[in-house]
């Protein structure tokens, strides 16, 4: 029988961990002095997919954590993890492009706040869709070979796709809200920088708040 309120505080603490982790590796290729073993992990550029890919490392930590403490209290283990895993990008892209969308037909200003409330939404969103399926009576339908492949299928595009990005517009550098057709590892970080010595006089500078205006284009 599942234990349903010990599963819905680690999903929970799962939403606290990707948020904070995945916040962290927004930062880690640029401190790292842009190591590129570092790129696999962390953003690389201000697209889209690079902040979706934050967010997945963390969140596949946490599953492999998670499975020692609570395999013993829930069904469909690997299933609900890699729905979760592959529900909060799916989530979070929706969510950002029907802002931007709104945002540019309106002529508002974009919102910090309301970004961060985004990926708070896309995060807990799926976890509560693991939370649900770990609830849930054993999937008889969900074949082993379908979730290891979900999972291979999530491992390899956010393993690769830094490093080989297709040339579409989830994969593009969006700085400042522009798309700037550039893909990957970038040639030149000194817009992109979001710390600097105090000798230092690039574009960018001492936070990230390099942007000039608020809106969306």
């Known amino acids: 029988m599942p234990n349903k309120t010990k599963l819905l505080f680690w ?33 690389v550029n201000e697209s889209v997919w690079e902040h979706l890919k934050i967010y997945f490392w ?5 599953t492999l954590v998670q499975y020692t403490y609570t395999r013993g209290q829930a069904n469909n283990y690997w299933l609900g ?6 529900t909060t990008p799916v989530l979070i892209t ?20 309301a970004i961060l409330m985004i990926m708070l939404l896309g995060v807990l969103g799926g976890q509560l869709c693991s939370w649900r399926i770990l609830c849930s009576p054993p999937a008889v339908w969900a074949s082993p070979r379908y ?3 979900g999972y291979a299928a999530l491992v390899t595009m956010f393993s690769l796709f830094t490093f080989f990005p297709p040339k579409l517009f989830l994969f593009e550098n969006y700085l400042c809200y522009q798309y700037t057709n550039e893909y990957g590892i970038l040639d030149d970080y000194k817009p992109y920088r979001m710390f600097r010595k105090p000798d230092e006089a690039e ?4 936070s990230i708040w390099y942007c000039q205006t608020g809106k969306a284009s």
């Open 11 to 43: 999903e929970l603490g799962c939403v606290l961990w990707i948020c904070f982790a995945g916040s962290s590796l927004h930062f880690a290729f640029e401190l790292s002095d842009y190591w590129t073993p570092m790129a696999f992990i962390a953003a």
């Open 58 to 62: 963390p969140g596949l930590l946490y």
């Open 81 to 86: 993890k890699v729905v979760a895993l592959g």
């Open 94 to 113: 929706a969510m950002y492009h029907a802002y931007i969308a709104f945002v540019t037909s309106t002529g508002a200003q974009t919102s910090v706040g």
């Open 147 to 149: 979730v290891v492949t």
């Open 203 to 206: 574009q960018g500078g001492n």
